[in-house]
């Protein structure tokens, strides 16, 4: 090889390490290294544990049912969520008082304690009380009328963008402890963001359904892995 040919080869491999070394710290400036890919949680019963409900699973979907007229909720088996990113599409109904959906994360072993972010679907487009369509609750310590006496507004409010609530609709939950954000069908403008009141910083989640039934598919978690 040329000597003149050798040099600027050497010169254009020095440039290339150099670009990849700065992209390399910008990446874990801004923490995209801390997150682990998306890990789907499959809709087929093995994977699942249920707790006051029954489940059917159909394709992608799971459709929760109450059965003893309390809480009801669908743990992933094996997930143990601390800070991360969940999504998933969630569906219920336009009837009133009848339908709240949602998740609940960081779960004790006893299935006594967790917190959770749901929706009121029957509240989306209700003028006098869209700012009560989704909800956060530190179950059991504050529930959502413990929260609503002694926080007006804090801890619920009004789903963004506008959302039909018989259709389905893409929940983004990003969950920082102890600050928690919900996105609603793809918008850049958080629905909700509140701080976790709980000191649980882990523990397990599920598919969350208070009222007579709603319907759950395409759940996928993204763990952080950067130690706090």
Known sequence: MRPRLHRERLIFEKKIMKTWTSLGFALALFGVNN??????????????????????????TIHLVNTVGKTGILWAKNVNLKNGVVELDIKGKDLDGESFVGVAFHGGDNNQAYDAIYFRPF????PEK?????????????????LREKHPGKYEHAVVPDTDPNNWFH?????????????????????????????????KLGLWSDGKEGWFKGLTITNDSKKR
């Open 123 to 126: 509240n989306f487009r209700n």
């Open 171 to 203: 929940v983004k939950i990003v969950i920082q402890y102890p600050d928690i954000k919900v996105y609603v069908n793809g918008s850049n403008k958080p629905t909700l963001m509140v701080s976790q009141i709980s000191k649980r910083t882990d523990g």
């Open 35 to 60: 997150l682990v890919a998306q890990t789907p949680v499959a809709a087929t019963p093995e994977k699942w544990t249920a707790y006051n409900c029954e489940a059917e699973f159909s394709g992608d």
């Open 130 to 146: 869209k700012d009560r369509a989704v909800q956060y609750i530190d179950w059991p310590d504050n529930d959502w009328d413990k």
